[in-house]
């Protein structure tokens, strides 16, 4: 085993260009969530812990809501599928889109596609899946993977991305945002036009009210739709909320978290297929609720996970992600949600991502800027825990039961503190400590002064 | 579960000081400015010898049979009623909230309830528990106040502002990304080299360009990574623990 952390090394191969970038944008960002909630509400934080409790209600009592929405949705003339695993959602995907001929698909963004990898499985099938989220889009132009929930491309630069354009033959070299973006969008228009099936996500889905709600900055998702007969809405099991009233809550918060705005600028409240009379819109709806796991945490110590809304503001703040950038997680989520998600999603294969928990200083910066006020300090802890307790060893971490040890043996710990002074005659240097090397590589260590304290209290004539 | 939610704590001019171990090793000095600031606020400071430390390093590890081992011979060393004092908001921390998810599903759980509830960090102390509103004395200097991260969500943060900008003469400097963790983190530092370096460095960045004189803070351990960097970076950069900059602004 290595002796060092996967997300440290991956940091430390990271380009300074690079690095600066993901800084810099993940900052701005940060800034504009604190001032877009702080313009508009004085309690800011009672406002996530109430997002916090409704979604934790309905995690609690998800087998109701799940049920309520399943039949309010076929009310409205969904199809309405469930999978339990990534594969079955993919087969049944295909299944649909095979059985009605579509060929042509356009897909709108969606963390829970990317978790399922269904591009590439359609694509394999021989199907064109075209993502239409700008970002999205040149993250499979350049076979890449998204490094940000909201900002897929936040790792790369206007001058990659000319390039990349300009070898798929959409136009000279031009690095000009607005230039990219216009020739995106001709590109796109086209595709939408000519496709046969949309692909999205969802943000939310209402129980009472089986009404999917959908954001986007692009209108791509709107895009998506309008033009096909055929719209498959993949959805993990998590996103449903009690009721339409709730909406109010959850749009307040996801935008402001996101990306500062107050809200997005497309939001989209759908209730099953284009009804008669209505000039557009897909004839036939499905929804595929995904499991892939998500009951399995529902039954963890770690459940509170699920009430993420997707919004990466805790990828904004923390330190960690800010030096290592998403593609350090090695997965569909980086940062504190993924470093938490991650492992969990990943069951039996626990093993290899138990080193992501690992990767926080526990600054708690995450919870603080969390709209439903997860917990994921502490879950980290119980990932570490778990990680512990099955065996699995964590490079460069020293051992703890010699620390117990001496902790738990006053006379040996203050004798101990007082010879760590001798610890100053030798060069510290050659102490063979690899703990304390790793430190000495980048930071000197104070002096040792063990048991002074000791003796002062007790010496000392008080006051 | 917030640490400002946390149940009404003790108040009492009898305390109990845990030194922490960082204390106990390196930084003497900020201990003694802990008992003589809690004496000149009128308090009678015990301190129990058998004390070692809160356990932390191997919570954060995710060895819970051993810090769980730890925190049972502190929670014997500081049993009773009294308050318990800590010149750290991180060893605070793991009193009031670490405990908690490690003996979760343990049977003297209630112990660390009530150990957590008794616990205080210094100035948390003062000021909410002693009700100080002001510090006397003075103190010319301009300091920049790292909040340390065990501190988000607790009384600490506003008692620190409370205390230091009552002192004559002192100025708070304010500097970039104060939030930001300062890449410690305890066995984070030594396992993730390259991150926590840089998060320091960082950090050293935007505190220094503010020219402060000296960088304070309720947690030692943030101090001890910052001057080490600096230190290894040949850049001049001088600590004080929060309790130092209390007793040298007292009149004497």
Known sequence: MSARQPIDQFAASLPGDRRSSVLGSCQAATSKRLTALADDFAHADDLRRLAARIKQHTLDHLDTYLEAATARLEEQGVKVHFASEAEEARSLIHQILAERGAKRIVKAKSMVTEEIHLNDYLIDRGLECLETDLGEFIIQIDGDIPSHIIRPITHKNRREIAQSFEREGLGAYNDDPEVITRRARVHLRDRYMKSQAGITGANFVCADSGRIVLVTNEGNSRFSMAPNPLHIAVVGIEKIIPRDRDLGVFLNLLARSATGQRLTVYTEFLRGPKAPGQPSGPEEMHVVFLDNGRSRILGSDCREILRCIRCGACQ??????????????????????????????????????????????????????????????????????????????????????????????????????????????VPTQLLPVPALQSWLKLRTLPHWRGGEFRQWMATRKKP | ?????????????????????????????????????????????????????????????????????????????????????????SCAAMHMHGNAIQFEREPDAARFDDLGRRTWELCDFLVHGLGLTSWPGSFPHRIALHHSCHTRGSGTRSA??????????????????????????????????????????????HALKETPEFMTSADLSCLMHLSGLADRQNRPFKILHVAQILLASLPR
């Open chain 1, 316 to 425: 904004n703040v923390c330190p960690v992600y800010r030096q290592a950038s998403g593609h350090a997680y090695r997965s569909t989520y980086g940062g504190p949600i993924g470093a938490v998600l991650t492992p969990l999603l990943a069951g039996d294969d626990f093993a290899a991502f138990a080193d992501l928990p690992k990767a926080s200083s526990l600054c708690g910066a995450c919870r603080e800027v969390c709209p439903v006020d997860i917990p994921i300090p502490d879950m980290l802890l119980k990932l570490r825990h778990q990680a512990h307790d099955a065996g699995i060893r964590s490079p460069g971490a020293p051992p703890m039961a010699p620390f117990a040890e001496l902790a738990t043996r006053p006379v040996i710990w203050r004798g101990a503190m007082t010879l760590s002074r001798a610890a100053n005659l």
């Open chain 2, 1 to 89: 579960m917030s640490l400002a939610a946390a149940p009404t704590k003790p108040v009492s001019h009898r305390v109990l000081l845990m030194a922490t171990c960082l204390c106990d090793a390196f930084f003497p000095e900020a201990a003694q400015a802990t008992v003589q600031v809690l004496e000149s606020a009128g308090c009678e400071v015990l301190f129990p010898q058998d004390q070692t430390c809160c356990g932390q390093p191997a919570f954060n590890s995710g060895d819970f049979s051993a810090s769980r081992r730890v925190a049972r011979h502190t929670e014997t060393v500081f049993a009773g009623e009294l308050p318990v004092i800590v010149p750290s908001g």
């Open chain 2, 160 to 205: 620190m502002q409370t205390l230091l900008e009552s002192i004559d003469g002192l100025t708070l400097v304010p500097f970039a990304q104060e939030d930001q963790c300062c890449g410690f983190g305890g066995t984070f530092s030594v396992s993730f080299p390259h991150v926590s370096g840089s998060m320091g460095t960082l950090k050293l960045d």
